[in-house]
Protein backbone atom coordinates (compact mmCIF):
# COMPACT_ATOMS: atom_id res chain seq x y z
CA UNK A 1 0.00 0.00 0.00
CA UNK A 2 1.12 3.48 -0.37
CA UNK A 3 1.26 5.97 2.10
CA UNK A 4 -1.89 8.16 0.55
CA UNK A 5 -3.79 4.43 0.33
CA UNK A 6 -3.02 3.46 4.18
CA UNK A 7 -3.51 6.79 5.08
CA UNK A 8 -7.22 6.64 3.51
CA UNK A 9 -7.84 3.51 5.06
CA UNK A 10 -7.22 5.22 8.62
CA UNK A 11 -8.95 8.07 8.02
CA UNK A 12 -11.85 5.89 6.98
CA UNK A 13 -11.87 3.89 9.52
CA UNK A 14 -11.94 7.34 12.02
CA UNK A 15 -14.89 8.25 9.89
CA UNK A 16 -16.89 5.13 10.36
CA UNK A 17 -16.17 5.13 13.95
CA UNK A 18 -17.60 8.93 14.32
CA UNK A 19 -20.42 7.70 12.27
CA UNK A 20 -21.44 4.91 14.42
CA UNK A 21 -21.19 7.38 17.48
CA UNK A 22 -23.14 9.89 15.68
CA UNK A 23 -25.99 7.81 15.00
CA UNK A 24 -25.93 6.26 18.85
CA UNK A 25 -25.88 9.84 19.77
CA UNK A 26 -29.01 10.26 17.62
CA UNK A 27 -31.01 7.03 19.04
CA UNK A 28 -30.04 7.80 22.55
CA UNK A 29 -31.68 11.18 22.70
CA UNK A 30 -34.55 10.12 20.92
CA UNK A 31 -34.84 7.36 23.58
CA UNK A 32 -34.60 9.79 26.14
CA UNK A 33 -37.74 10.93 24.61
CA UNK A 34 -39.36 8.39 24.90
CA UNK A 35 -39.58 7.76 20.86
CA UNK A 36 -39.17 3.80 19.26
CA UNK A 37 -38.89 2.20 22.30
CA UNK A 38 -41.72 -0.82 22.72
CA UNK A 39 -42.08 -1.44 26.80
CA UNK A 40 -40.41 -4.87 28.04
CA UNK A 41 -38.49 -5.52 24.80
CA UNK A 42 -34.99 -4.99 24.59
CA UNK A 43 -34.07 -5.88 20.84
CA UNK A 44 -35.21 -2.63 19.42
CA UNK A 45 -33.15 -3.70 16.09
CA UNK A 46 -34.99 -6.55 15.54
CA UNK A 47 -39.26 -5.17 15.81
CA UNK A 48 -37.73 -2.02 13.69
CA UNK A 49 -36.17 -4.13 11.34
CA UNK A 50 -39.91 -5.89 11.09
CA UNK A 51 -41.61 -2.47 11.16
CA UNK A 52 -39.46 -1.25 8.11
CA UNK A 53 -40.06 -4.63 5.81
CA UNK A 54 -43.85 -4.43 7.06
CA UNK A 55 -44.00 -1.17 5.73
CA UNK A 56 -43.05 -2.02 2.22
CA UNK A 57 -45.75 -4.82 2.37
CA UNK A 58 -49.14 -3.15 2.57
CA UNK A 59 -50.86 -6.56 2.65
CA UNK A 60 -48.33 -7.91 5.39
CA UNK A 61 -45.92 -10.62 4.95
CA UNK A 62 -46.82 -14.42 5.63
CA UNK A 63 -44.05 -15.63 8.44
CA UNK A 64 -42.56 -18.21 5.82
CA UNK A 65 -41.57 -15.47 3.60
CA UNK A 66 -40.21 -13.47 6.36
CA UNK A 67 -38.26 -16.59 7.69
CA UNK A 68 -36.48 -17.24 4.27
CA UNK A 69 -36.89 -14.18 2.20
CA UNK A 70 -35.66 -11.93 4.85
CA UNK A 71 -33.37 -14.28 6.83
CA UNK A 72 -35.38 -14.20 10.39
CA UNK A 73 -34.56 -17.16 12.57
CA UNK A 74 -38.27 -18.40 14.03
CA UNK A 75 -37.40 -17.28 17.45
CA UNK A 76 -36.72 -13.43 16.40
CA UNK A 77 -39.75 -13.42 14.52
CA UNK A 78 -41.88 -14.88 16.99
CA UNK A 79 -40.48 -12.07 19.51
CA UNK A 80 -40.37 -9.08 17.16
CA UNK A 81 -44.01 -10.44 16.21
CA UNK A 82 -45.32 -10.59 20.13
CA UNK A 83 -44.41 -6.96 20.94
CA UNK A 84 -45.29 -5.25 17.60
CA UNK A 85 -48.62 -7.38 18.44
CA UNK A 86 -48.70 -6.12 21.87
CA UNK A 87 -48.26 -2.61 21.29
CA UNK A 88 -50.67 -2.24 18.82
CA UNK A 89 -48.31 -1.92 15.62
CA UNK A 90 -49.55 -4.93 13.96
CA UNK A 91 -52.25 -7.88 13.83
CA UNK A 92 -51.54 -11.62 12.75
CA UNK A 93 -53.75 -13.67 10.92
CA UNK A 94 -53.37 -17.42 11.64
CA UNK A 95 -52.86 -19.13 8.34
CA UNK A 96 -52.75 -23.02 9.60
CA UNK A 97 -50.33 -24.31 12.60
CA UNK A 98 -46.96 -23.45 11.15
CA UNK A 99 -47.97 -20.15 9.82
CA UNK A 100 -49.48 -16.39 10.12
CA UNK A 101 -49.79 -13.32 8.49
CA UNK A 102 -48.87 -10.36 10.07
CA UNK A 103 -49.70 -6.66 8.61
CA UNK A 104 -49.22 -3.12 10.48
CA UNK A 105 -51.88 -1.74 11.69
CA UNK A 106 -52.42 2.29 11.20
CA UNK A 107 -50.50 3.10 14.31
CA UNK A 108 -47.58 0.73 13.16
CA UNK A 109 -47.50 2.42 9.37
CA UNK A 110 -46.90 5.58 11.56
CA UNK A 111 -44.25 4.51 13.84
CA UNK A 112 -42.57 2.87 11.00
CA UNK A 113 -42.62 6.24 9.15
CA UNK A 114 -40.83 7.84 11.97
CA UNK A 115 -38.28 5.36 11.99
CA UNK A 116 -37.80 6.60 8.22
CA UNK A 117 -38.22 10.34 9.47
CA UNK A 118 -35.24 9.12 12.17
CA UNK A 119 -32.96 7.62 9.50
CA UNK A 120 -33.11 10.96 7.75
CA UNK A 121 -31.75 12.58 10.62
CA UNK A 122 -29.28 10.67 11.75
CA UNK A 123 -27.71 11.28 7.57
CA UNK A 124 -28.15 14.93 7.55
CA UNK A 125 -26.48 14.30 10.82
CA UNK A 126 -23.60 12.93 9.50
CA UNK A 127 -23.34 14.75 5.86
CA UNK A 128 -24.78 18.10 6.22
CA UNK A 129 -21.54 19.45 5.70
CA UNK A 130 -21.34 18.61 2.05
CA UNK A 131 -23.02 20.01 -0.39
CA UNK A 132 -25.08 18.20 -2.88
CA UNK A 133 -22.42 17.87 -5.69
CA UNK A 134 -19.91 16.80 -2.81
CA UNK A 135 -22.45 14.11 -1.45
CA UNK A 136 -23.11 13.29 -4.99
CA UNK A 137 -19.13 13.04 -5.63
CA UNK A 138 -18.69 10.81 -2.41
CA UNK A 139 -21.73 8.69 -3.11
CA UNK A 140 -20.08 7.54 -6.43
CA UNK A 141 -16.85 6.89 -4.93
CA UNK A 142 -18.39 4.36 -2.34
CA UNK A 143 -20.48 2.77 -5.18
CA UNK A 144 -16.73 2.33 -6.96
CA UNK A 145 -15.33 0.57 -3.86
CA UNK A 146 -18.48 -1.25 -2.98
CA UNK A 147 -18.80 -2.57 -6.86
CA UNK A 148 -15.65 -3.81 -6.24
CA UNK A 149 -15.84 -5.46 -2.85
CA UNK A 150 -19.32 -7.11 -4.23
CA UNK A 151 -17.23 -8.51 -7.07
CA UNK A 152 -14.17 -9.72 -5.17
CA UNK A 153 -14.03 -13.93 -5.06
CA UNK A 154 -14.83 -13.74 -1.43
CA UNK A 155 -17.39 -15.43 0.46
CA UNK A 156 -18.80 -12.71 2.75
CA UNK A 157 -21.31 -14.86 3.99
CA UNK A 158 -18.89 -16.96 5.74
CA UNK A 159 -17.05 -14.38 6.48
CA UNK A 160 -19.35 -12.66 8.42
CA UNK A 161 -20.13 -16.01 10.61
CA UNK A 162 -17.17 -16.00 11.78
CA UNK A 163 -15.95 -12.55 12.26
CA UNK A 164 -18.81 -11.08 13.83
Do not use: W
Not at 99 to 104: Q, S, V
Request: aromatic share 8%; hydrophobic share 35%; charged share 35%.
Amino acid sequence: MSELTTKLFLDIKEFEEYQSLLKCHVHIEEERRGEYCLPGYPDRHNFHRLLRILRQHKDGLLSRQLIYDFDYRPSELEDATKALVANNLATTSVINNEEFKIRLTDEGIQVAHKLLIRRDKIAEAAYHTLSEKEQRDLDRLINTLLADYKNRNINYDALKSICR
